[in-house]
């Protein structure tokens, strides 16, 4: 997903700050307990972790000959970031070896880049300075070090507050991204979080999302969100969108589930 363009703080210069996270709408609230229960209810054969292993590798394979029952993606770099997944290790084993930790959110900085390596397949280090993105429209400088240096701690407290519980898979990817805490695969770790932190809020004992085909299909809508995100610190915009693209990750996990059971 390209990074999205911000607004500019000081000429020149723009400047991805994420805005704190509140409870969900009424609206939302019963959105989001509809949506958590009917992805709690997938189903994977087999059971337990072998059901998931290289999931999002699967599907992204199963989009790559045939996409047409979809609706159309709203970018044309999807694709390449489909086939670059297979450069890369699987989400699914990674995500299952350390998901009692996930779950809990219990995990400081040291652990959590010792996952974010284990998913890059190689070393990564925390960012010693300014971060800049890509995007079709131009750069993109992520939050400064002081703000992103507390991204861990943001989301664990939001972890540990019952009246986040519903909020907090969007609250733990925006932060994530925002914060573009490492030298490399933060896309990939703010997608760990959102299924860390769907254990907490839809009970799920396993990575059960094709996330990273769903968010590449999107990835312009996503960054659009994203970017309205850090100028208004609305919630509610990136919300419908975050809470729309689970969906359209579940719906592609089933369509797995389906096409596995044909095998």
């Not at 960054?223 to 592609?252: H, K, Q």
């Amino acid at each position: 997903m390209p990074a999205p363009v911000l607004p500019s703080d000081r000429q020149g210069e723009s400047i991805w700050i994420c805005p704190p996270v509140k409870p969900l709408t009424k609206q939302e609230t019963n959105t989001a307990e509809l949506l958590y229960s009917s992805i709690a209810g997938l189903k994977m054969q087999p059971a337990g972790p072998p059901g998931v292993a290289g999931l999002e590798l699967r599907v992204a394979l199963m989009l790559l000959q045939d996409d047409s029952g979809l609706a159309p993606a709203d970018n044309d770099f999807w694709r390449a970031k489909c086939s670059a997944l297979f450069l890369r290790p699987a989400l699914e084993p990674i995500a299952c070896s350390y998901w009692p930790r996930l779950a809990a959110f219990d995990m400081d900085t040291a652990a959590a880049l010792h996952v974010a390596s284990a998913m890059a397949g190689r070393p990564l280090v925390y960012r010693k300075g300014p971060a800049t993105g890509r995007s079709v429209k131009g750069d993109v400088g992520f939050e400064p070090l002081p703000k992103a240096r507390r991204w861990l701690a943001d989301i664990r407290a939001a972890a540990a507050d019952p009246t986040l519980r519903l909020a907090l898979p969007a609250y733990a990817f925006a932060r994530t991204l925002m914060a573009h805490p490492f030298s490399d695969g933060n896309g990939r770790f703010a997608r760990l979080m959102v299924h860390a932190a769907l254990a907490r809020s839809a009970g799920l004992d396993r990575p059960l999302l094709a996330l990273a085909p769903a968010c590449y299909r999107r990835g312009r809508a996503l960054g659009e969100a994203l970017t309205l995100l850090g100028e208004s610190g609305d919630w509610r915009p990136f919300n419908a969108l975050f809470l729309s693209l689970l969906g359209e990750a579940m719906a592609l996990a089933k369509a797995f589930a389906e096409t596995a059971r044909g095998e």
